[in-house]
């Protein structure tokens, strides 16, 4: 308890002397200003965002007999779409041909869940590699695959999988922030952990992500706006 107490008095201290506070999605940036009503008038929010120049001379998506779905970074035990790899093994039983690559680390929960669905034979491990070779995956991927946390949650490897323009599945328990990026730029769909996100499969074709719509997430215009919002502030300080 005097560790929570210790934690509220230096962060309302350092976020109350602060020219400007800047946060990574906007359900952060609300939860703070209705913490602290102070900082309503000098939040900002800039998300993680992706670098355009990484794309550049990447060839486009591939057709393949073989579907893969791609879960890119690390994948947590809390973050356990059970269901879902119900289904995918139910796709792959009715005949369809998928597969399922995790590119980065992956928890003991998920490699036994793995196996327990059946899906060992079906599954690759790619450990981590080079950002190209990354981006070349996502973008020859039918699927890619992203698992919030908590609420609050906007996985920084959401903003890449928007560049690629490949059909996203989203999991995320009440992540309206996750939802509403990808409504936005038609990209995908979100669910909860207990659903299996069937309906995805069945709207996937409809999904054409609004490439002009995510520009707004390179990371260049970010730090643009950094670069505004640091040269605004110092500006308007009074010395």
């Given at each position: 308890k005097a560790t929570l107490v210790l934690d509220n008095y230096f962060e309302r201290k350092v976020l109350k002397h602060s020219m400007a506070s800047i946060f990574v999605t906007q359900t952060m940036k609300d939860d703070y200003s209705k913490k602290y009503p102070f900082l309503k008038e000098k939040t900002f929010v800039l998300y993680w965002g992706y670098d355009e120049e990484s794309f550049e001379n990447i060839e486009p998506y591939k057709t393949s007999t073989v579907e893969t779905i791609i879960h890119a970074g690390n994948i947590f035990d809390y973050q356990n779409p059970v269901n879902f790899w119900k289904l995918v093994k139910q796709k792959i039983t009715s005949?369809?041909?998928?597969?399922?690559?995790?590119?980065?680390?992956?928890?003991?929960?998920?490699?036994?869940?793995?196996?327990?669905?059946?899906?060992?034979?079906?599954?690759?491990?790619?450990?981590?590699?080079?950002?190209?070779?990354?981006?070349?995956?996502?973008?020859?991927?039918?699927?890619?695959?992203?698992?919030?946390?908590?609420?609050?949650?906007?996985?920084?490897?959401?903003?890449?999988?928007?560049?690629?323009?490949?059909?996203?599945?989203?999991f995320g328990d009440d992540n309206k922030e996750v939802s509403?990026?990808?409504?936005?730029?038609?990209?995908?769909?979100?669910?909860?952990?207990?659903?299996?996100?069937?309906?995805?499969?069945?709207?996937?074709?409809?999904?054409?992500?609004?490439?002009?719509?995510?520009?707004?997430?390179?990371?260049?215009?970010?730090?643009?706006?950094?670069?505004?919002?640091?040269?605004?502030?110092?500006?308007?300080?009074?010395?």
């Amino acid at each position: 308890k005097a560790t929570l107490v210790l934690d509220n008095y230096f962060e309302r201290k350092v976020l109350k002397h602060s020219m400007a506070s800047i946060f990574v999605t906007q359900t952060m940036k609300d939860d703070y200003s209705k913490k602290y009503p102070f900082l309503k008038e000098k939040t900002f929010v800039l998300y993680w965002g992706y670098d355009e120049e990484s794309f550049e001379n990447i060839e486009p998506y591939k057709t393949s007999t073989v579907e893969t779905i791609i879960h890119a970074g690390n994948i947590f035990d809390y973050q356990n779409p059970v269901n879902f790899w119900k289904l995918v093994k139910q796709k792959i039983t009715s005949g369809q041909k998928l597969k399922i690559k995790f590119i980065g680390s992956v928890s003991p929960a998920i490699r036994k869940e793995i196996i327990h669905a059946g899906l060992e034979e079906y599954t690759e491990y790619a450990g981590f590699l080079s950002y190209k070779e990354l981006i070349t995956q996502l973008i020859n991927a039918k699927y890619l695959l992203v698992c919030a946390s908590e609420p609050r949650h906007v996985p920084g490897k959401l903003f890449e999988y928007l560049r690629t323009g490949r059909p996203i599945i989203a999991f995320g328990d009440d992540n309206k922030e996750v939802s509403e990026i990808l409504k936005t730029s038609n990209a995908g769909m979100i669910f909860n952990y207990k659903e299996n996100g069937s309906s995805f499969f069945d709207l996937s074709d409809n999904f054409k992500t609004n490439l002009d719509s995510i520009k707004q997430f390179d990371r260049k215009v970010i730090a643009k706006k950094l670069s505004e919002i640091i040269h605004g502030e110092i500006n308007s300080r009074p010395f």
